[in-house]
Structures are given as C-alpha cells and as structure tokens.
C-alpha cells in the first residue's frame, strides 16, 4: 500500500487543522492505521492509531493529544484522518501516517508498521 500525506502548514497556537492519509490499494479496511509524528532533534512517537474495519473502528491516543486529536478513516475514500484541535507549539513536528496489517504488534510502536507515507511538516506558533 502507498500512503500520502497532506494538510499540513503553519497554524497559531490555539488553531486547527485536518490532516490526510490517502492510501492506495483495494485491501485498505483491513490495515491498521496510525500517525506519528518527529520533531527536530527528537525520535518518532505515535500519535494516534485506528483499527482495522474488522476491528470495530478502536481508537487510540498518545497522552499528549488525547481530548485534542481525533484519527478517522473513511473507508470508501481510502483515507485516513487527524483532526487536530487547539495545537500547541510542542505539536510542532513533520507528522507521518502509517499502515500495519499485523494485528498482534502494538500499535504504538512505529517498529510495528509496515508503510510510511512521506510525512506533512505542521508548525505551531506562539
């Protein structure tokens, strides 16, 4: 599966923005999907994860985002979503989407993800 990344830019502390995951192929209800996310300097860290269709759309959630971000997936436009609400200067950071059909790795774990997409850079600014 290929994956592209879009929607990323330059947003005010306190602002929004969506983030997209397109992905292409036929089998894409059956991957796992996450995003992590680097800053400069710093190692990749997961973000949030989506599972499968089969398995009940869960969702999960880096502690630094929860009640902030929100992941979907629209599984007729093979697309997957980050909704980001009052951002942070310490969002700052290229963010990646991912794709995994391994069930039984953790989630959370970028080691656990089979496909990147190019990443889309999102500067926050006090």
């Known amino acids: 599966v290929q994956l592209q990344a879009s929607g990323g830019g330059l947003v005010q502390a306190g602002g929004s923005l969506r983030l997209a995951c397109a992905a292409s192929?036929?089998?894409?209800?059956?991957?796992?999907m996450g995003w992590f996310r680097q800053a400069p300097g710093k190692e990749r860290e997961f973000v949030a994860a989506?599972?499968?269709?089969?398995?009940?759309?869960?969702?999960y959630y880096a502690d630094s985002v929860k009640g902030r971000f929100t992941i979907s997936r629209d599984n007729i436009k093979n697309t997957v979503y980050l909704i980001m609400n009052s951002l942070k200067p310490e969002d700052t950071a290229v963010y990646y989407c991912?794709?995994?059909?391994?069930?039984?790795?953790?989630?959370?774990?970028?080691?656990?993800?089979?496909?990147w997409g190019q990443g889309t850079l999102v500067t926050v600014s006090s």
């Open positions: 192929g036929r089998t894409f209800d059956t991957y796992i």
């Open positions: 989506i599972s499968w269709l089969g398995g009940g759309g869960s969702t």
């Open positions: 991912a794709a995994t059909n391994r069930y039984g790795g953790s989630w959370y774990v970028a080691a656990t993800y089979d496909y």
